[in-house]
Every structure is written in structure tokens, then in C-alpha cells.
């Protein structure tokens, strides 16, 4: 069939057959500038300092190798930069600039980002700028990067620092593309607009789910939210006493090393209830799951419970479950705690305002104005 064809016509052919093969793809070596104070609270973390935090840990401990630049040639051990740090009055792990090298891959039918390595910097107090160093990303454990980042309120979905930098979750400035330096603002703004897009088109990056971990209390005396629910609240907390004055094999069994004294005591006050959560909004429905819970007895915590072994302990309150009685929440509470975030006792209600009312990456910017 190709016997009178010349080169060139088997050439064309081939390409048609096969025109992934003869599209040549755009390799480019990539440097990207993200700057700690360049990070919005609405990401809901800072990957500088998450990324700067894992990676000191593991130069420290040997883990890792911190080395001068890039081309690796005189290696900095831990206790130089622990020298660093002290002469120069900053800290590797609040690294004020992270320079991220990476390899960008792209085809028509195909993209791929690799991670190369990363280089930290900062800026003393006179401005002076501390230059820590390199560390190839081959040479960090996997357990690195698959660290979770350290949500603050904003935070939704647990996110791993893998997944951050794969799915471009971040702020960001492209500083060199292809061996050349970007110096000009406008010019780094257009390439990153024209890269981007056919970058990540085949990187799998699924839509983040808005989810937060909610840590609130029960007690008696404390109508932060819902006032109204105060009557509600002493009953449950009421009810939850008789049950433990009833089986008190069950209440030793979850007192832990406070068993012994507890059954000196002859009151059994049920202070406080300790529930954690899980919330979850969809199409604009929030739904709240209970994790654990940890009761308070005479002031002291017994031991926390699962889900299971809450539902197990068959506590009904006014003929429903203790279960169905969290997630009807019909009683008062405080919230105390957001994606491990201590919320102070002013700002309970407002935040709780928030989680109802307002966008899940921007509760403290509803907080501040409330």
C-alpha cells in the first residue's frame, strides 16, 4: 500500500494515524514564587507555613538534607542552620519566601506537573534578607508531603500538602519559566493566565467539599446560643444523671482513673457535655454528624466516646435517643473549637451565626464585622 510513497507522504500518513506522536509537547522548567504574607485567610490555611514547619522537622531530625542551592554542592547541616537562625534572629520554619521549582509537562491530550525541590528565604528585622537554602523533593520522605495542612476557621476539606501544590491551592507568581527570569508583574499575571489552564487540565483536582470540624459544649448555665434552649439543656443534662446514678457500673467504666474516687463521691453531677462533630454543607444544607463525646462528671472528664459507644450507652431523652437529641440541637451551646481552632467565648455566638448564615471560607470576616 505505502510502496510509492516517498518519505515525506509516509511521514504525513504516520501523523494522521498517530498525531499525539508528531504534536510536540511543551516541557518547561519552572520556578514559583509564594510568599507567606501573600496567603489569604479565606484559603482557610498557609502552605508556606505548613510546607516550611514539615520540612525544617525533617532537616533537623536528618531526615532531610538542606543544601545551598539547586545545583546541590555544599550541604548545611542542622546545627549550622540552627546557627543561622540564632545570629540572624529568625526562624527557618516561619520562612518568610518559598521558591518552588517545578518540571510542567504539556501535550494536547496530556499535562503533568513534577516537584523538583524547594528553596526557603526570609527577612531579619532590618530587612535583610536570610537565605536558608535548597532541599530536593525526591529527598523528603512521602510522608512529607503527605502532611495535612493546619486549617484555620475558614478551612473546609482536610488537605494534604501533596495536594495543594499539585492542584495549584495556593497564591502564587511564576519568577522563571523555561530558563527565563519574569521580573515584570503584568508579564507573570499573562503567563500564568495562558499556562495554567492547560496545565491542570489533566491534573484530577476534584472540587473541594465544604467541611468542618465543630467542637461544642452542653452545660448548664451557659446560653451563648439559644437561650430559649436553657430549660432544654438542664433536662438533658438532668436526665443523663439519672441514667448514671442508675448504672453506675457504666459510669465507672468510663471514668477511667477517676473511677476510684468517683465512687466515693455520693453526688453525681453531670457538669458538662463535650460534643465533636463533623458538619457538612451541600447545595446550602448543612448536616451535622457527632463523632465523639465526653461527658464531664463533677467537673472532671471521663473517658471520650466514640459514636458507637454514645449510641450504645441507649441514653433516651423525652423517648429519643441522646443521638437524635444532637442532631435536632434544640438545646443551648457554645461552640468552642473550628478545625482545631480554639474559639473564644465572646465570639461563640457569631460564629455560630456564621456556620449558619455566611460563606464556610470567610467566618472570621463575618465575625469581625458582627
Same mark, same amino acid.
Given at each position: 500500500m505505502f510502496k510509492?510513497?516517498?518519505?515525506?507522504?509516509l511521514a504525513l500518513a504516520f501523523c494522521l494515524l498517530h498525531i499525539s506522536y508528531c504534536t510536540r509537547a511543551e516541557k518547561a522548567l519552572v520556578m514559583l514564587y509564594a510568599g507567606n504574607?501573600?496567603?489569604?485567610?479565606?484559603?482557610?490555611?498557609?502552605?508556606?507555613?505548613?510546607?516550611?514547619?514539615?520540612v525544617y522537622s525533617n532537616i533537623i531530625n536528618g531526615t532531610t538534607r538542606l543544601w545551598d542551592s539547586q545545583k546541590k554542592e555544599l550541604q548545611i547541616l542542622p546545627a549550622s542552620l540552627q546557627k543561622i537562625e540564632k545570629s540572624s534572629g529568625v526562624t527557618f520554619a516561619g520562612c518568610a519566601h518559598l521558591f518552588i521549582y517545578e518540571s510542567w509537562t504539556m501535550e494536547k491530550k496530556l499535562s503533568s506537573s513534577e516537584l523538583?525541590?524547594?528553596?526557603?528565604?526570609?527577612?531579619?528585622?532590618?530587612?535583610?534578607?536570610?537565605?536558608?537554602?535548597?532541599?530536593?523533593?525526591?529527598?523528603l520522605p512521602d510522608i512529607a508531603l503527605g502532611t495535612s495542612v493546619k486549617l484555620n476557621t475558614n478551612g473546609n476539606e482536610p488537605l494534604t500538602i501533596a495536594r495543594v501544590l499539585r492542584c495549584k491551592l495556593y497564591y502564587f507568581n511564576i519568577v522563571q519559566y523555561g530558563g527565563e527570569k519574569i521580573t515584570e508583574t503584568s508579564q507573570a499575571l499573562e503567563l500564568k493566565s495562558r499556562k495554567l489552564k492547560p496545565l491542570m487540565k489533566f491534573i484530577e483536582c476534584p472540587p473541594l467539599?465544604? !467541611?468542618? +470540624?465543630?467542637?461544642y459544649s452542653i452545660s =448548664?448555665?451557659?446560653?451563648?446560643f439559644n437561650a430559649a434552649g436553657a430549660k432544654k439543656t &438542664?433536662?438533658?443534662?438532668?436526665?443523663?444523671?439519672?441514667?448514671?446514678?442508675?448504672?453506675?457500673?457504666?459510669?465507672?467504666?468510663?471514668a477511667g482513673d477517676y473511677a476510684a474516687e468517683l465512687k466515693k463521691k455520693r453526688t453525681i453531677d453531670v457538669t458538662s457535655v463535650i460534643v465533636n462533630e463533623t458538619w457538612k454543607k451541600e447545595n446550602g444544607i448543612i448536616a451535622e454528624e457527632p463523632e465523639s463525646v465526653i461527658f464531664y462528671i463533677n467537673r472532671k472528664p471521663m473517658k471520650e466516646l466514640s459514636l458507637r459507644e454514645f449510641i450504645d450507652l441507649g441514653i433516651i431523652i423525652d423517648f429519643k435517643s441522646?443521638?437524635? !437529641?444532637? +442532631?435536632?440541637?434544640?438545646?443551648?451551646? =457554645?461552640?468552642?473549637?473550628?478545625?482545631?481552632?480554639?474559639?473564644?467565648?465572646?465570639? &461563640?455566638?457569631?460564629?455560630?451565626?456564621?456556620?449558619k448564615k455566611y460563606k464556610w471560607n470567610a467566618l472570621t470576616e463575618f465575625v469581625k464585622y458582627d
Open positions: 510509492n510513497m516517498s518519505y515525506k507522504s504574607a501573600s496567603q489569604s485567610d479565606t484559603l482557610g490555611y498557609n502552605i508556606v507555613n505548613d510546607i516550611s514547619s514539615v523538583l525541590g524547594f528553596y526557603f528565604s526570609t527577612q531579619d528585622k532590618a530587612g535583610q534578607t536570610v537565605s536558608f537554602g535548597y532541599v530536593d523533593a525526591k529527598e467539599k465544604e !467541611i468542618k +470540624k465543630i467542637r =448548664r448555665n451557659d446560653s451563648m &438542664a433536662t438533658m443534662l438532668d436526665i443523663m444523671e439519672d441514667f448514671f446514678i442508675d448504672k453506675k457500673e457504666t459510669l465507672y467504666s468510663i441522646a443521638y437524635d !437529641i444532637l +442532631k435536632e440541637k434544640e438545646f443551648s451551646f =457554645r461552640i468552642l473549637n473550628i478545625n482545631g481552632n480554639e474559639i473564644p467565648y465572646p465570639y &461563640a455566638n457569631s460564629y455560630y451565626s456564621a456556620l
